[in-house]
């Protein structure tokens, strides 16, 4: 590679990306109390503040990369602006008690809320300046990759790890082979449905739809599945648990390995009992752990496929398809699981949590605004919904089997 390819390809929107989270995550370990907080609620003087803050820093944050890229900054704050209203109400919504008990978080009512903008109102052309959803997407991965921690996940349990592994890749290879082999569905959607079910929910998707540079309405078809999917699982799992007369750590390794959203696994948890919610959270934990793993892994294959499975790529080729903010997403990790003490590492990453949940909320509202009901509602999406709910059964009854031989006997 020649120093002006290197140069060029560093100027690339790719790196642009990992260079904007790495900034955003050496921000937050000087400045930790100068990072802009998402409010949770517009009740003081102060949250309406810290929502101007975080407004004023995602949009000098979008108009300095949009520059680097050379793109145009026209109309893009008032874009900017509206987007970001609309991923604030999701937020302040989210945080309604009864939303919060059902574990509806703000990536749901961020879609939901885009998509009746552009469905019943319709979006004009100076809104789509500021439409950017993969852009967001990416850089809250790479924030997300500064909450796990590995020696913090491994000291709180090895088991938990044990059974994620073992989970996760079973229950992975099961959930593709039966989407496409038996539902025929396309291999983009296949694969997020696949990390979605076995890996972590929500954030599995996300990083699956960036690595394989997927298509973003399929990832919000998929969302809503898992969303819709956490709510009654919530509450049918901890009665099922006492039916069968499970102990709180089986119970527990159950509840963390099946149900796909953070939330909704500690709330289920706490039904069932204090110990049980504790295990149900270091099993969620873990298999958060092994969402940098599967990316990267998934990222390579994919990578080396391209778009035409039979060609042989040189490893050149390879890397230049690799998405490189999973090596941004990677790289957080390790840093934090490295370099840092434990609760130093966990008290920043409170703050990059938030900081890339605002990310995903605001790449959420763009992808509700670049779709159209029909396409979430058509006849093509019901067999990734009989896959899922296929996928999520076997997952179901596989992680008891390995929850109860790990923490039932083993233990």
Known sequence: MTKNSFIKQLQSEDWVIVFAGLAILLLAIVFPQAMPVMPKHLTSIDSVMNAAYMFMFLTVLTFITSISLKRSVKAIVASMLVIFIVALVAQLVANIPICKKYGLEPVFFSVIFGLVINNVFGIPDWLKRGIQSEFYIKIGIIALGSTIIFSEVLKAGMFGFIQSLIVVVVVWYFAFWISRKVFK???????????????????????????????????????????????????????????????????????????????????????????AAQIAIIVKSSQNVLLGIAAFAISLVWSFKGTNGAERPTLATIWERFPKFVVGFILASLIFSVFFPIEEAKSIGKITKGFSTTLFSIAFVCIGLETNFKDLFNQENRAPLKAFMTAQLFNVFVTLIVAYLIFGLLL
């Open 185 to 275: 569905v396309d291999a983009e959607m296949s694969t997020m449905l696949a990390s979605a079910v076995s890996i972590c929910g929500v954030s599995a998707a996300i990083a699956t739809c960036g690595a394989i540079k997927g298509d973003n309405k399929k990832l919000s078809y998929v969302i809503s599945l898992v969303l819709v999917t956490a709510i009654p699982m919530m509450y049918i799992m901890p009665w099922l648990a006492n039916l069968m007369g499970l102990s709180q750590e089986v119970g527990g390794a159950w509840m963390g390995g099946t149900i796909d959203t953070t939330g909704a696994v500690a709330a289920s948890g706490t039904l069932l009992g204090e110990e």
